[in-house]
């Protein structure tokens, strides 16, 4: 058998599992209503939880951009991609979450993957919840470092943990929201943990940037944290409705970053086009008060109307999961709610635990209440059958 044709009985595992992944395609948005695979949906399956993705000012922000930049960066940020259009997005980001400077990744799983190398390394120890996500993980392998993972959220476990380890450099990973919960990581806790036995503190705020805290400035604003050992990092193709992540800390330890994270040396700059577009969509994202209070009346409305409460997690985010537990069963509620015009992702393992299979809700100032309605009442009747 020829190397290539061992993917046929790769392929017949997946499938006869329920756990091949599929992509849809889609040809029309507006707004929240997409036409997916040539049907009418609304889209309960994007991060953009404030409804910014199609924002006019971010079309604006971003053609102008082009016009003044052009297209790509053109090389890596440190030979001749870097723009004072980066700039000024680190500046305006930095501000933002009350750091004292941000640097400018293309993708948040490019930050996640790069940072823990540049702050710890073999011998040293990574503590890392077990539900984070999985460029988290990957960034805590590359490392080198050990990696310990404690169950999810318990923070009594962290400390025996930390307490027992011996390693010179100490990191703490999390997540702010957890993508696939839509809970919040005990962040006080963890950085009483951090403070006590000298780690870093890294908190991925994906789900939380433009969210939580007061204007959406984020998790550590939400809790009013600061300190050289905490590193912040944003996503910004989800609540800010663009592209790319940052990292944003003490001044000192963003410098070190710049020198030592191989997934912002080397890959080529953002297009500058992006950095304007995320400009802008930080100052729709400080203005956007009555958009994170419609997403918390709609959080409020769903969690409300749907009658399985044993199949709902503690989730105040507007990541609402419902449990299914099975993977076929989840996939098949997911078809019929795509057959009424509504677009749910069924979450599977890996991405989640085996038989913890789920529909992921994500609610967005994009959605009217009818729609969340028509939600809520259509996975009622499917799963009363
Ligand atoms: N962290 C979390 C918690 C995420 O959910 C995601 C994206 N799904 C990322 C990081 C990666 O961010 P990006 O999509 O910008 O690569």
Redesign the pocket.
């Known amino acids: 058998m020829a190397i290539w044709e061992t993917l046929d009985a790769e392929f017949a595992a997946l499938d006869a599992a329920g756990l091949r992944r599929r992509r849809r395609t889609i040809s029309e948005r507006h707004g929240a209503e997409v036409v997916v695979d040539d049907r009418r949906a609304v889209n309960f399956c994007a991060?953009d939880y404030l409804g910014l993705a199609d924002h006019p000012a971010l079309v604006d922000a971003a053609i102008a951009g082009a016009q003044r930049w052009g297209m790509g960066a053109g090389a890596s940020h440190l030979v001749s991609g870097h723009f004072s259009a980066h700039d000024a997005a680190e500046r305006k980001l930095a501000n933002f979450v009350g750091c004292d400077a941000a640097l400018l990744f293309s993708?948040?799983?490019?930050v996640?993957s790069g940072i823990a190398a540049a702050l710890v390394g073999r011998g040293d120890a990574v503590f890392a919840d077990r539900l984070n996500?999985a460029?988290?993980v990957d960034g805590a392998l590359l490392s080198r470092a050990e990696l310990r993972r404690y169950p999810h959220g318990d923070v009594a476990a962290l400390e025996q943990m930390l307490a027992e380890s011996t390693a010179p450099r100490k990191l703490i990973l999390t997540?702010s929201?957890?993508?696939m919960d839509g809970d919040i990581a005990p962040l006080p806790a963890l950085f009483e943990l951090a403070e006590r036995f000298d780690a870093w503190l890294v908190v991925?705020d994906?789900?939380g940037f433009g969210v939580l805290g007061p204007q959406g400035r984020g998790a550590l604003q939400h809790y009013g944290i600061r300190s050289p050992r905490v590193l912040y990092?944003g996503?910004?193709?989800?609540a800010a409705g663009v592209?790319?992540?940052f990292v944003a800390g003490d001044t000192q330890v963003v410098a070190w970053l710049m020198q030592k994270a191989r997934t912002y040396i080397f890959t080529t700059g953002a297009p500058p086009l992006v950095a304007e577009t995320i400009c802008a969509a930080v100052d729709l994202i400080e203005a956007g008060d009555e958009r994170r209070a419609q997403v918390a009346q709609l959080i409020a409305r769903l969690s409300s109307q749907l009658r399985h409460p044993e199949r709902l997690m503690a989730s105040t985010t507007p990541i609402q999961p419902v449990l299914v537990g099975d993977n076929e069963a989840a996939l098949t509620l997911a078809a019929r709610l795509l057959e009424e015009g509504l677009w749910v992702p069924a979450i599977r393992p890996p991405t989640v635990p085996a038989g913890t299979a789920r529909l992921r809700i994500s609610l967005s100032a994009a959605h009217t209440t009818a729609q969340v309605d028509a939600l809520a009442a259509a996975i009622n009747r499917h799963l009363a059958v």
């Open positions: 991060n993708t948040g799983y490019m996640n996500h460029s988290l997540d929201v957890f993508s991925d994906a789900h990092i996503t910004l193709g989800k592209y790319g992540a």
